[in-house]
């Protein structure tokens, strides 16, 4: 709440930071627990990532609403196209030539 910052127009789809201390802390100890097991090697991190939203809707450190707006459908496109754009090349042998490339320039 700094006095000499003033907002002149209003954001679209914002809202005001929350300011709940419990469920700061509760989403911090999700997150550093995230990290922790994925880190350990207790289970994968997708496991681990997806266990946490699930625990910070449960404990309503998150709603989902805001869940899902967090989700971009181009950038989850783009993430799963370049899986099958990687597969191509490894099986047609372009990533191998390309590769050979680069070492030789470089």
Known sequence: KDPNF??????SGSQPPR????HMFIAA?????MIS??????MDLLTAALLCVFAMLLTHCMSLSNAGSAISI????????SFGLS???????AAAQLADFIVQVF
């Open 74 to 81: 181009s950038v989850v496109l783009t993430i799963a196209l």
């Open 87 to 93: 597969k191509g090349l490894e099986v047609t042998g």
């Open 29 to 33: 100890a999700l997150v550093i627990a």
């Open 19 to 22: 300011e709940d201390k419990l």
């Open 37 to 42: 097991v994925a880190t350990a090697g207790v």
């Open 6 to 11: 003033a907002l002149v127009s209003e954001v």
